[in-house]
């Protein structure tokens, strides 16, 4: 079994700062890609930031300058530092993990249950 779990979201005024941490573990040979995704109320789930395991990131428009990702290849790790934070990233956030359990199995993502951040104006 693979688990992701996620810490740090909360409530949050306009402007101010939260951190997110995801942490992958159980039967892992390898991870490709760790990431973050969020999902508000009545639209589809999109991509915040992500980091491949060389150490190259995507981030989404709207957060560009304001969310870092970082990653702990070692503790199997991500963080998500965002600030300047907007009404508009109020969300559910989800972490992502894109791996392979053995060497011979196939590229699978996983995701963790989700944390809720709230950005108040």
């Known amino acids: 079994q693979v688990q992701l779990v996620e810490s740090g979201g909360g409530l949050v005024q306009a402007g101010g700062s939260l951190r997110l941490s995801c942490a992958a573990s159980?039967?892992?040979?390898?991870?490709?890609?760790m990431g973050w995704y969020r999902q508000a109320p009545g639209k589809q789930r999109e991509l915040v930031a992500a980091?491949?395991?060389?150490?190259?990131?995507n981030y989404a428009d709207s957060v560009k300058g304001r969310f870092t990702i970082s990653r702990d290849n070692a503790k199997d790790m991500i963080d998500l530092q965002m600030n300047s934070l907007k009404p508009e990233d109020t969300a559910v956030y989800y972490c992502?993990?894109?791996?392979?359990?053995?060497?011979?199995?196939?590229?699978?993502?996983?995701w963790g249950q989700g944390t809720q951040v709230t950005v108040s104006s």
């Open positions: 980091m491949l395991s060389g150490g190259s990131t």
């Open positions: 992502n993990a894109n791996l392979k359990r053995t060497r011979l199995s196939g590229w699978l993502d996983y």
């Open positions: 159980g039967s892992i040979f390898s991870i490709r890609t």
